[in-house]
């Protein structure tokens, strides 16, 4: 970053603010260009636009490299660590049947009445430390199997659960999405965990159990004649219910906790506190969730070490892309930032009547629309917006990452592999994604923001 700052000093006192918009406006176009027309991977897409935006608003080309490189080693040294350690355990979570165990658990208690908010709560609990497309391709085939079984129709099961994976993956870390606007941010991620699941709560009941009562009139699709149910390939052995929900939960109520002493106790120099701040870190709090899943899930499975090794191993690969796009992201924010387009665009709107809130969700709406990357329009709406937060609390810091999410789930459309996802394990067409899937992202994002609005009232 050093390298870029004299560059960057000189951009802001010679480039007049209209070309530091214009570059900002150019760079986001290209980036949207390459993605959606040109299928360029997103990873390559950010840094070319990254670099275009530095040359417009006046950096030169070695800066701007400098600039993105920057950008790109911080953000991974944040939050890859936080991805790496998500999928090892989202794979273990799958792998060993905990995952199973839930399901058959809480369908084995539903009532006919009760199934999609029983499925609505699967979603949310699968989707807390996993990835959407993870937690996807593993509840599909449950998601199928219980309307099957069940005789009801596939909206009503499959919508709720989809709203659980999306609110959590939009709006609650450790996704990476929320992990990296939380680092740009500076909010603090036990609290922004705390309001995210808040809000995420009315999110999941709007748009899963509710919508669905509509949404199985507008798409009468028949449930596809796929996948074998769980128990006719069941491992052996499983972890129990008990056992699996409590390793799930445990990174939560470790940085829950951390947050609830920083709120009671802010200055205290007490040894408990010193604990609680130590296992509620981020990176700690995940690790120990790997590591007591070896146990209660590798080895309530029955899995050896080489097992262990290979589920670990086979984990890493899928979010390789992952890592790259936020790394990216990262870098592209670093750019906005060294150049001062982030910080002309905060002078504008400082004292303006517009809510930041507001104005964040609207960001990373025109971000997801243009791209259909959730993860690239928080992470791009964050870089725009940094700026921002010099003179704001924890709590509106917080919002402010949740406005950002809410907005980078809004309009699934063709452009998202999302999208395409849902419509092909389902059998739809692309008339009958759009009245289910695109409706339920846009409910979930209005629902979020309103909640967002509603905190940033009392807080």
Not at 215 to 236: H, K, T
Not at 334 to 345: A, N, R
Request: contains cysteine.
């Amino acid at each position: 970053m050093a390298a870029a700052g004299p560059a960057a000093d000189a951009a802001r006192a010679v480039v007049p603010g209209d070309q530091l918009v214009a570059a900002a406006l150019i760079g986001i176009v290209l980036i949207v260009v390459l993605i959606s027309w040109a299928k360029l991977h997103p990873f390559l897409s950010l840094a070319i636009g990254a670099l275009a935006t530095g040359a417009i608003a006046g950096l030169d080309v070695a800066t701007a490299s400098a600039s993105f490189a920057s950008g790109f080693g911080t953000t991974m040294g944040g939050v890859g660590i936080l991805i790496a350690l998500g999928a090892i355990y989202g794979k273990l979570l799958a792998d060993s049947g905990g995952a199973d165990r839930i399901v058959e658990t809480l369908v084995a208690r539903a009532t006919p009445r009760s199934l999609p908010w029983v499925m609505g709560l699967i979603g949310a609990i699968i989707g807390l430390p996993m990835f959407f497309e993870v937690g996807l391709v593993l509840l599909v085939p449950v998601i199928i199997l219980v309307a099957r079984r069940s005789g009801a129709p596939l909206m009503r099961i499959a919508l709720p659960t989809l709203a659980g994976l999306s609110a959590m993956h939009g709006l609650v870390p450790p996704h990476p999405g929320p992990l990296a606007a939380i680092g740009m941010l500076g909010a603090d991620l036990g609290l922004t965990l705390a309001l995210g699941v808040l809000v995420a709560i009315p999110a999941v009941v709007i748009a899963g159990p509710l919508f669905a009562r509509f949404a199985e009139r507008w798409v009468p699709a028949p449930v596809p004649l796929l996948f074998i149910a769980p128990g006719e390939a069941a491992l052996a052995r499983r972890p129990s219910f008990a056992a699996t929900l409590a390793s799930i939960l445990l990174p939560v109520v470790l940085m829950l906790a951390k947050a609830i002493a920083d709120i009671v106790a802010p200055d205290s120099g007490a040894a408990w506190k010193a604990v609680i701040d130590f296992l509620g870190l981020p990176m700690i709090a995940l690790g120990l969730a790997v590591v007591a899943g070896f146990f209660v899930l590798g080895r309530g499975a029955g899995f050896g070490r080489d097992k262990l090794q290979e589920v670990v191993g086979s984990s890493l690969g899928p979010v390789a892309g992952i890592l790259l796009i936020v790394g990216a992201g990262g870098g592209f924010k670093q750019v906005l930032v060294d150049t001062g387009i982030g910080g002309f665009i905060a002078a504008q709107v400082d004292g303006s009547s517009v809510s930041v809130l507001l104005l964040a969700w609207l960001i990373a709406v025109v971000i997801r629309i243009a791209t259909g990357s959730a993860t690239v329009a928080t992470i791009t709406a964050a870089g725009i917006l940094q700026p921002l937060v010099a003179g704001l609390d924890q709590a509106t810091a917080a919002l402010l990452v949740l406005a950002i999410g809410s907005g980078s789930v809004f309009l699934s459309h063709l452009n998202d592999a999302g999208f395409w996802l849902i419509k092909e394990y389902f059998g739809l067409d692309i008339g009958q994604t759009l009245k289910s899937w695109t409706v339920l992202e846009c409910l979930i994002s209005v629902v979020g923001l309103v909640g967002v609005l509603l905190l940033g009232l009392v807080l």
